[in-house]
């Protein structure tokens, strides 16, 4: 009760403005006081205004008051200052979770120390006589604990100290003399530390085993990163071949396309000099055929006969050249040769590519031999094993789609889990997250680790449907590749529909000549950085697989054109 009043008191006496207790107390007329250098600071910079008023009650006085020490209040201040600093700390005192003390009345101490044979825990006030008084000073000291009745026998009420080995019990000495007499046992602390011995043992062979799986797992990194980076350069080679390949057929196809050209100008230098000369001829004969016509209604018959004269003559005359037509200029033979050219690469490429895909698949099982020589470990040989639905459904996520992302186009039923195309507005509200042009939608929840989840599609005859996964920062507004699933490097998607199969990633097509189902089955191995979409029927049919690193987690990602899918619950 006393500690409850010095707390009170120090409340009642402290002034309203410093907040500390009163120093110098005074009390103004309206009976509230505060620390006389406080209240008048205060009253100081009302001087200008000749008003004075209290900062607790804001009563004004007129004129200034005048300000005495309250000599009864200033003695009571100090008694609540004395008895401050009798006070213990709060520290002291116990709280949740500690130990109390067993001798404290009133508000308990902290306990520091517990005794095995008094069977109780003492406060450092409590604790001295256990340093000064003889008799208690062999007493068995330790770290305060709330665990004392389990370390007494609950027969004998004595200390445990024994340990049975034939029991495997804990005891004490006088179960020795009775229950256990004859046994095999041994002092507690002996017997820890025997334990202790095995302990390290346990820890030594612990830290062995780290280390041998930390080579472990070291060296099927370094083949994983060796792997990755073998198949990296070799697409950088094929690319850097395939297109020193295209040069040279590009080159070669501007030499044969400048071959014809060459030559349809030597064909056609002897014709044009043909076409000139009967161009000339057949002005010639015009001519002569309108002088005839004009002498044919001659009325001088003299003009007539000598004019008829000279045009017999001309006419008669033949042409200096023979009229024989022009053979057509053929290039027949040109195209059978690029023809036989064509089929006879198309063979070469064809049986090469196929000895280096048995090349790719001897390679692939001495990499698998490889690396199951190494032993690896179970998480690391997940995929492998993964054969059969139920092996896919032990990484089933669900999912649901995200109202604030969906297109206004689209329309979202059942707890969020199937959307359909509407072809009319939705009236959502505007958010920063929805696609405004393309009518596509995002999961809600992101995908991390292994994930596998499935999706039933179904389709108008035009319709389609890209079954999707997808960074986050993928823009959102307007009608760019940027925004649309696979048509940039955030995304990658699998476009289904009724007639046609293919994949899309960073705006590049893959037709896909496997044949899909209804249902489709992802797979998502974010650390391995693999995915994987599945055909999903009375068996687990492959569609296509991409092997890349995800920089960010993924969302699964749906675009609907005249269409609507389903994400399926676990069955």
């Not at 008003?51 to 020490?69: A, D, K």
Request: with cysteine; hydrophobic share 30%.
């Amino acid at each position: 009760m006393a500690e409850a009043s010095i707390s009170v008191g120090q409340d009642q006496f402290s002034c309203p403005v410093c907040l500390d207790l009163l120093k110098d107390p005074v009390t103004v007329p309206c009976g509230h006081s505060f620390c006389m250098v406080c209240i008048n600071g205060c009253w100081d910079q009302g001087d200008q205004r000749g008003v004075y008023s209290c900062p607790q009650c804001r009563e004004t006085f007129t004129p200034r008051p005048v300000l005495r020490r309250n000599n009864m209040l200033a003695e009571v201040v100090d008694e609540v200052k004395k008895k401050l600093q009798t006070a213990p700390p709060a520290h002291c005192y116990a709280g949740p979770g500690d130990v109390e003390c067993d001798f404290c009345t009133g508000r308990q101490h902290k306990a520091t120390k517990s005794c095995l044979v008094c069977q109780a825990s003492f406060c450092e006030t409590h604790l001295k006589p256990h340093y000064n008084v003889p008799g208690l000073k062999k007493h068995k000291l330790v770290e305060a604990s709330k665990q004392l009745p389990v370390k007494i026998c609950s027969e004998h009420d004595k200390l445990i100290e024994i340990y049975c080995h034939t029991d495997q019990q804990f005891v004490c000495y006088l179960c020795t003399m009775d229950e256990h007499m004859g046994h095999d046992t041994v002092a507690v602390v002996a017997e820890r530390k025997d334990k202790q011995n095995q302990l390290k043992e346990l820890q030594r062979k612990s830290q062995q085993r780290l280390q041998e799986k930390e080579k472990k797992l070291q060296e099927v990194k370094q083949a994983v990163k060796t792997l990755k980076s073998s198949a990296q350069a070799a697409v950088e080679d094929s690319e850097r071949i395939f297109t020193e390949l295209i040069r040279s057929i590009e080159k070669k196809r501007s030499e044969v396309t400048e071959l014809i050209r060459a030559q349809e100008e030597a064909e056609l230098s002897r014709p044009e000099e043909l076409l000139e000369q009967l161009q000339r001829e057949f002005a010639d004969l015009k001519r002569r055929d309108t002088e005839l016509e004009q002498l044919s209604h001659t009325e001088d018959h003299i003009h007539f006969l000598q004019r008829f004269q000279s045009l017999c003559v001309s006419s008669a005359s033949e042409d200096s050249h023979s009229l024989t037509l022009l053979q057509r200029l053929s290039f027949d033979g040109l195209r059978k040769s690029l023809s036989d050219l064509k089929e006879r690469l198309e063979e070469f490429c064809k049986e090469e590519f196929s000895n280096i895909s048995l090349y790719n698949e001897r390679s692939s099982s001495d990499d698998e031999q490889s690396l199951s020589s190494m032993k690896l470990p179970p998480d690391m040989a997940v995929h492998s094993k993964l054969q059969s639905r139920e092996d896919f459904l032990q990484y089933f996520c669900r999912l649901t789609l995200d109202p604030n992302t969906v297109n206004q186009n689209l329309s979202l039923s059942e707890k969020n889990k199937v959307v359909t195309y509407g072809g009319k507005n939705q009236c959502y509200s505007n958010h920063t997250e929805r696609f405004d042009y393309w009518y596509q939608v995002l999961s809600k929840e992101s995908v991390s680790g292994r994930c596998y989840w499935e999706v039933e599609w179904s389709s108008e005859v035009w319709g389609c449907v890209y079954i999707s996964v997808s960074y986050k920062r993928i823009s959102r507004k307007g009608w760019g590749d940027e925004c649309r699933f696979g048509h940039n490097n955030q995304s990658w998607s699998l476009c289904c529909s009724p007639s046609s199969l293919s994949f899309y990633h960073n705006n590049i097509q893959s037709e896909l000549s496997a044949s899909s189902s209804s249902r489709i089955g992802v797979y998502v191995d974010h650390s391995a950085g693999t995915l994987s979409f599945y055909s999903v029927s009375d068996t687990m049919t492959l569609l296509h697989t991409v092997h890349t690193t995800f920089s960010q987690p993924l969302y699964a990602g749906f675009m609907v054109n005249l269409s609507s899918v389903r994400l399926c619950d676990r069955k």
